[in-house]
């Protein structure tokens, strides 16, 4: 079975500042999908960025990147110049490629983002 | 506006009673999963239906019930068996395959014991 891990249960950054979140998974499959979701206070479920497993480029969208290594199965997720709305809980989640497969996710990280 | 509506948003149950939780989609997706999250923890997956009339047990089934009559609805039901059900339970259905495959999910429900 495909496992998720999120060894942080809580981190800080000072707005404006550059913070890493981490992840590593556990899989026997070559094909699959990573997400990094955002839970603001609000518990509104957000995607915040997507990598697929057989591309090797890091995804990125605007002030979020990911640094995807797929031999040693970590997926981290670094978010620049921090804002006070980037204030969550942000989860890692895992997928195989398949059709209609679910979704497995990790403890999260609570991010506080000090101004 | 296209997206999941999860009603309603705030649900308090009683000793032995079943309550049901709707959700309901408008964006074509085949595929439907119900989460439960607990407090400060991640999500499980309680029930998830790929088609119409067939769906599958998650990870944490006892306890809960589904359906799947219509494309657009899959309810979820918290059955008495359901002994520690006070969660926030999170609805959400996907693109299909060979697109952008991603998860959407709706605003959540609070369930609480009287």
Known sequence: ?115 | DGGITQSPKYLFRKEGQNVTLSCEQNLNHDAMYWYRQDPGQGLRLIYYSQIVNDFQKGDIAEGYSVSREKKESFPLTVTSAQKNPTAFYLCASNTPSGTLNIQYFGAGTRLSVL
């Open chain 1, 1 to 115: 079975a495909q496992t998720v891990t999120q060894s942080q249960p809580e981190m800080s950054v000072q707005e404006a500042e550059t913070v890493t979140l981490s992840c590593t998974y556990d899989t026997s499959e070559s094909d699959y999908y990573l997400f990094w979701y955002k839970q603001p206070p609000s518990r509104q479920m957000i995607l915040v960025i997507r990598q697929e497993a057989y591309k090797q480029q890091n995804a990125t969208e605007n002030r979020f990147s990911v640094n995807f290594q797929k031999a040693a199965k970590s997926f981290s997720l670094k978010i620049s110049d921090s804002q006070l709305g980037d204030a969550a809980m942000y989860f890692c989640a895992y997928r195989r490629r398949t059709s209609g497969s679910r979704l497995t996710f990790g403890e999260g990280t609570q991010l506080t983002v000090n101004p």
